[in-house]
């Protein structure tokens, strides 16, 4: 399976970095780094201590890529053309309950924010909507968390 993560608006370097160590065991070919979302690296080539650290070295393994808001529409646009389908990971009226749902050979995965989930814009390109059920009191999951439960389904 080819799978690919967009991150969108992640606020949390620490959060990237497990991701990355995550993805790195998954398999996944490339990160998308969306908005804030924290690099590796800075414009200067400077590393990101907290990603870095929490990685593992991950992010020398896992190619990835900063992308602006503005390009989202083209990115999505050619990943479908290159046969992927581009799945979210959010709790929504019409979402599937991940354990009736099974990915595609090639499968763009996206991560929302730690507070407001994936974008309404970025939703609107998803050809599905799927979620990991909660059973206890809380909402959702930390966004690392989900990312290791959805890359290993």
């Known amino acids: 399976m080819q799978k690919i993560l967009i991150l969108d608006h992640i606020r949390s370097a620490y959060n990237v970095g497990s991701i990355f160590r995550t993805a790195d065991g998954a398999g996944v070919e490339k990160i998308y780094l969306l908005g804030y979302t924290p690099a590796p690296e800075d414009r200067f080539?400077?590393?990101h201590?907290?990603?870095i650290k929490t990685s593992l070295g991950a992010c020398s393994s896992v190619r990835w890529e900063q992308v602006e808001v503005e390009n989202l529409s083209g990115l999505i646009r050619r990943l479908k053309h290159d046969g992927y389908e581009v799945?979210?990971?959010e709790q929504t009226d019409s979402s599937i309950d991940m354990k009736n749902w099974t990915p595609k050979d090639k499968t763009v995965f996206i991560l929302g924010n730690e507070v407001d989930g994936v974008s309404k814009k970025l939703l609107a390109l998803t050809d599905e909507v799927v979620e990991i059920k909660m059973k206890g009191k809380k909402e959702s999951l930390n966004v690392s968390v989900a990312a290791g439960i959805t890359l290993f389904h």
Do not use: N
């Open 45 to 47: 080539g400077r590393p």
């Open 49 to 51: 201590t907290e990603i």
């Open 87 to 89: 799945v979210a990971i």
